[in-house]
């Protein structure tokens, strides 16, 4: 069977993104204590946003610009007319001249654009209409200072890494500026969406939640947090275990997910089956201590850490990372692989993540075998370490189950690294 022409294909795809849109757009207008009337919703209504697409599809068809560009004139006025007049009834809302504006421009997109990206804004509009709510709360609970953060980190990040030079530091072959700012950006965004899960959507999480979220940033902060919180409420312990087990979880998939998007494909695939195994495991005995403790009571917990996009934090992070490249770079030359093993169970006990990216991002005396070993040993001596703190700073046993999956997948870490 032929596949459809792509005019009719193009015609199809928008006729039809654009009728769900006005689905929801017409959903959006009657929701809430604000509802308009039917008869006084006026435009924004489905057929009005379908029929927009398909005079956008047809005038670029025609002629790619001065057809289109009359009607994108005709419908701004239009649109300004309209919202002029719902300004007069209450409605100040520029929602609806917005979507009509998209709305014309499919078209066009289904054209020219990769299907991704009329599928991404599709997505994105449905998502805007239909979380009103849950977008206003987050609107209303994020404080001023966090949007001027957010907005000093990304003018660093567009300011800085198109000026880095794109040469390797001196003696450390491999280690690139553009390779550290980019390791920084990226742990960082996937630090932020975690961070902002947990204090803005859910800041009031329960226990399960906390290391579930708590994981995406730093699973060190978020058992130490969990911890201190049983310490705190001895009559919670219930989930507490299954939290910080899962928490370990998220940080095998947070690792895979760093490596594999900073390019180092060859070194996610070997470790895809170990840190996936360990996920997997790691998942299944949270679920079953969580289904033994099912009706304990739970209690909220803190946000795991500080907002990692203060610029403060990144620069920390740029500085391990060259710091523990240079280190990796003397014990390598001096003593191979058997001295990285050490130096990767010593570093285990601080922070990993600038250590296991500067160690795939080098190019140093060791094989790529060595490298991987040395990843497995350090997130070990990690587990260890999360072990001592759950026992430690909760002074309760309910911890020991935690505890000994620590150990014991630490101790499956290092034979998988050292056979």
């Known amino acids: ?49 379908t029929l927009i697409a398909v005079l956008g599809f047809v005038l670029w068809v025609i002629a790619p610009v001065a057809p289109f560009c009359v009607g994108l004139a005709v419908l ?45 804004l599709a997505v994105l509009v449905l998502l805007a209409l239909g979380e009103q709510a849950r977008i206003r709360r987050f609107s209303d609970a994020f404080p001023p200072e966090e949007g001027v953060t957010l907005a000093k980190f990304l003018v660093l990040a567009g300011l800085i890494y198109p000026l880095l030079p794109a040469t390797d530091l001196p003696y450390l072959p491999g280690i690139g500026w553009t390779k550290i700012w980019m390791a920084v950006l990226v742990i960082s965004g996937i630090s932020y969406l975690g961070y902002l899960a947990h204090r803005y959507l859910v ?26 919180g049983l310490r705190a409420a001895p009559e919670d312990a219930g989930f507490a275990p299954a939290a910080v087990i899962l928490a370990t ?53 803190p946000a795991v850490s500080a907002n990692p996009l203060d610029l403060p934090v990144a620069f920390l992070f740029a500085g391990l990372f060259v710091l523990f490249a240079f280190i990796t770079q003397l014990v390598t030359t001096r003593f191979g ?12 006990f601080s922070d990993i993540d600038p250590f296991i990216l500067s160690l795939l991002d080098g190019k140093f005396a060791v094989s790529p075998q060595a490298v991987t070993a040395a990843i497995l040993i350090a997130s070990a001596s990690n587990n260890l370490l999360k072990a001592a703190y759950a026992l430690g700073f909760s002074r309760n046993r309910a911890m020991l189950p935690a505890a000994l999956w620590l150990c014991a997948a630490a101790a499956i870490s290092f034979g998988i690294a050292l056979v």
């Open 249 to 301: 979880a998220m940080m095998y998939a947070r690792l895979l997910a760093l490596i594999a998007l900073l390019g180092h494909v060859q070194a996610a695939l070997a470790l895809a089956l170990p840190f996936g195994g360990l996920f997997a495991a790691s998942l299944a005995l949270a679920g079953v201590l969580a289904w033994r403790a099912r009706g304990a009571s739970t209690q909220a917990h």
């Open 1 to 49: 069977m032929s596949p459809l022409p792509p005019l009719l294909s193009g015609f199809l795809g928008t006729a039809g993104l654009a009728f769900i849109i006005g689905l929801e757009l017409h959903a959006y207008r009657r929701r809430g204590a604000g509802a308009l009337a039917p008869e006084a919703e006026g435009f924004g209504t489905t057929r009005t946003i």
């Open 76 to 120: 701004g006025l239009a649109l300004l007319l309209d919202y002029r007049k719902r300004v007069q009834g209450g409605d100040g809302s520029l929602v609806p001249s917005v979507v009509g504006l998209i709305a014309y421009s499919l078209g066009p997109l289904a054209l020219t654009a990769p299907l991704a990206l009329l599928a991404a």
């Open 203 to 228: 800041p009031r999480a329960g226990t399960l939640l906390t290391g579930l979220l708590g994981g995406l940033y730093s699973s060190t902060a978020a058992t130490l947090v969990l911890a201190r």
């Open 337 to 348: 692989a058997s001295g990285l093993h050490v130096l990767s169970f010593a570093v285990g």
